[in-house]
């Protein structure tokens, strides 16, 4: 598993975008949980709960969120709603450290400047890892000419003083076509920006700016699906949905071309673009019992198996044991992010922060 160290050092050289977009569980709210359902939520004591949830931030981190809420609320019989958004993580955190949601996700951990503002608004939180994901980079179907990139090549590609100089592909290899280099990618205020241009170029949020941007997954999986020259990143979830209309290029971090898969990206070998995910729970909103419970499901085993069935990498069950026991002492604040981020892996520091 790849430690965690010092990776975030945020320097904004990009206009702020974010995409808003809410999602309310329509199977929690509309009543019509199945027997089998019923008798579930009965059995596990849920059945009688009721309440909201709002959970917002990472496109990445919604495909989990969303799952594991269908299923939370169907055991409630519909009485807990949760609605679930979509505004990037760094907009997640603007919201969520003004107290207007209960959970955010993230596919980073939190900025400096973020645990200042929660501080500033008297928020405090648990941060919760929840997968891990490789940031996969891919191209269209029919390109015939990429099949693996070194990070020095992606380097090239999307350095801050490559835009508008390193326009087509053969400036990559001499060998490559005489044709327009076209790019997609995540807003700024996605976490998955963050990660990338930090593995990538060296400096969170330095990147060149002449390509397409978009905080909705789905716009950047029909940009490159339709345009054979395009080349693109994002979480390896929305790869996996989208394999049969892309094709995922193989990357060079030191050691010879490696292909994200959930093995490669669960040992660390997927390098250097393996990265865990994360949940942030208000502790004002872990006192409602409803909420409470909810990330026990969460955590528990049902939703490590919707974590793997939605394309991503669950963690071994000790780090999931690990994680809730922090939630459960109510031990509060960052150790994965902030201004001094801990080091070593995921285990070591969950460990030694119990």
């Not at 090239?156 to 290899?173: C, H, K, L, M, P």
């Not at 940009?223 to 290029?249: H, Q």
């Not at 409470?292 to 793997?308: C, D, K, T």
Request: some cysteine; proline content about 4%.
């Amino acid at each position: 598993m790849q430690p965690i160290g010092k990776l975030f050092r945020p320097r904004m050289i990009l206009p702020a975008t974010a995409l808003l977009i809410l999602v309310t569980i329509l199977a929690c709210g509309d009543g019509a949980a199945s027997t089998a359902q019923q008798d579930a939520g009965n059995a596990t004591g849920l059945a009688g709960m009721k309440g909201n949830i709002d959970i917002n931030g990472s496109s990445t981190v919604f495909p989990i969120s969303e799952a594991v809420a269908e299923e939370f609320g169907k055991l409630t019989g519909g009485k807990v709603r949760i609605t679930v958004g979509i505004s990037g993580t760094g907009g997640g955190f603007k919201i969520f450290c003004t107290g207007e949601t209960d959970i955010t996700n993230a596919s980073r951990a939190i900025k400096a400047s973020e645990v200042t503002l929660c501080a500033e608004a008297g928020i405090e939180y648990t941060e919760i890892p929840v997968a891990i994901d490789g940031l996969t980079v891919m191209v269209n179907l029919t390109n015939d000419f990429i099949d693996c990139l070194t990070v020095e090549e992606l380097h090239i590609i999307w350095a801050a003083e490559s835009e508008g100089t390193v326009t087509r592909w053969n400036q990559i290899r001499a060998e490559w076509p005489d044709e327009p280099m076209r790019l997609y990618g995540p807003g700024v205020d996605s976490g998955t920006f963050d990660y990338f241009t930090d593995a990538v170029n060296k400096k969170a949020q330095v990147s060149r700016g002449d390509f397409t941007a978009s905080e909705d997954d789905n716009v950047l999986v029909q940009g490159i699906s339709g345009d054979k020259y395009s080349l693109g990143y994002f979480g390896y979830s929305y790869y996996y949905e989208n394999r049969a209309k892309l094709k995922a290029v193989e990357i060079d971090g030191g050691d010879g071309c490696v292909t994200p898969t959930e093995a490669t990206i669960n040992d660390g070998s997927y390098k250097p673009l393996s990265r865990p995910l994360f949940i942030y729970l208000s502790k004002t909103a872990q006192q409602q019992q409803h909420i409470s419970e909810f990330i026990r499901y969460y955590l528990g085993n049902e939703g490590q198996q919707l974590a793997a069935e939605v394309g991503y990498v669950p963690f071994q069950p000790e780090l999931y044991e690990l994680a809730l026991n922090r939630v459960e002492t109510g031990r509060t604040g960052t150790i994965f992010g902030g201004a001094t981020p801990e080091d070593g892996t995921l285990e070591e520091v969950l460990s030694a922060n119990q």
